[in-house]
Structures are given as structure tokens and as C-alpha cells.
């Protein structure tokens, strides 16, 4: 008996799951392997889009299941009301997620092949100091990110630190920045010259 579990029903249940805690999501165009369709047929979209209207996006239950039963989506979150987004690039992101700030007030975490997303409480605004450090920033109310297991060009957006494993708690922008700011500013070294 194949135990394997579907990927279009594993977004089905990771939307439901999303929703249950009160995070308001849309569907999306879905990555096929070449380029972005909407899902229910093959029209090609230029990326990863919503199917319908930002206004739309919602965490009723019974509306995120009946989606995601219609076709493969995306799964998309919108950012601001339950949740804020500090984005960065895999290296910084990495390195901040070993650092004391970020060990004492942990936060979800996905990761996609070109950016790591850190979920943190709203209100977050960006610290200065990081206002020039290229690919962190804080994403605008009402931006839209891609939840785990959704597929996108070069891999998936998957969990490096779940939500489920921190009871849903979210992190604090100010101890992310923290970690940051800690490695953006260590000191580079150069070949010692002899």
C-alpha cells in the first residue's frame, strides 16, 4: 500500500492548518516544473500570483478547504494583521539564527532557494543600520508570502522552524534585527600579507 501522501493535499492540509490559526491566505498560481499556471488549467502566468483579489484573503475554514480541493494552489499569506515578515538572504539568515538574540526568542522560519522569511509579531519596522543591507527588509502590510509546502522556481518553501514547534508563538522583530545586525557587522577578514 503507497503511503505517500500527494503534495496538492499536503497544501490542502498546511492551508487548513494556516487557517485554524487565524492566518489569512489566498491560493496562487503553482509552480509546474517550467513555469507558473493557475492551477486549475494551464494558462501560464509570468509568477507566483494570487487567483483572486488581495481583499479576498481569508481564514475561514470552510473557504480555505473548498480552495484547495479545487486545485493544486499555492498557498499565500498576507502579511500585517497576524504577522509580520523580516526577509534576508540564506547566508545572513542562517548565520543571525546562531546568534544569542535569535537562541533566546526563536521565531517560524522558511526558507526558499533565494530568501529566508522570519514571522514575527506586527508592528515590526525596519532598524536603520539594516536599511542598507542588501535583501533585509521588513515586507509591507499586505504582502503576500508563500507557505510551506509551496512549490517555486528551483525548489520548495519549506519550514526550518515550524510553527507548530513553537506553539504558534511568533518571534520578535527586535531580536531578529538583533541577530541581524550582529552578523551583517562582523568583521570580514583579509589574507594576512607577508
Request: net charge positive; with cysteine.
Amino acid at each position: 500500500m503507497d503511503r505517500t501522501v500527494h503534495p496538492w493535499a499536503r497544501r490542502a492540509d498546511a492551508a487548513v492548518d494556516y487557517a485554524r490559526h487565524g492566518w489569512k491566505l489566498l491560493p496562487g498560481a503553482i509552480w509546474d516544473g517550467r513555469h507558473y499556471t493557475r492551477g486549475h488549467h494551464t494558462r501560464v502566468v509570468s509568477d507566483l500570483e494570487p487567483v483572486l483579489p488581495v481583499e479576498r484573503a481569508t481564514s475561514d475554514l470552510y473557504r480555505v478547504s473548498r480552495w484547495w480541493r479545487t486545485a493544486p494552489w499555492s498557498v499565500l499569506a498576507v502579511t500585517g494583521e497576524k504577522f509580520d515578515v523580516i526577509t534576508a538572504p540564506t547566508t545572513v539568515a542562517m548565520a543571525a539564527t546562531h546568534t544569542m538574540p535569535w537562541r533566546h526568542n526563536p521565531c517560524p522560519v522558511a526558507v526558499s532557494p533565494s530568501v529566508v522569511r522570519f514571522f514575527v509579531a506586527p508592528g515590526a519596522a525596519l532598524r536603520p543600520d539594516l536599511a542598507t543591507v542588501p535583501g533585509v527588509e521588513v515586507l509591507p502590510a499586505g504582502s503576500l508570502v508563500p507557505l510551506p509546502p509551496t512549490p517555486v522556481r528551483c525548489g520548495v518553501v519549506t519550514w526550518w522552524v515550524s510553527p507548530s514547534s513553537l506553539g504558534w508563538r511568533l518571534g520578535s522583530s527586535l531580536a531578529v534585527q538583533a541577530a541581524l545586525v550582529a552578523v551583517t557587522q562582523w568583521p570580514t577578514t583579509s589574507p594576512s600579507r607577508g
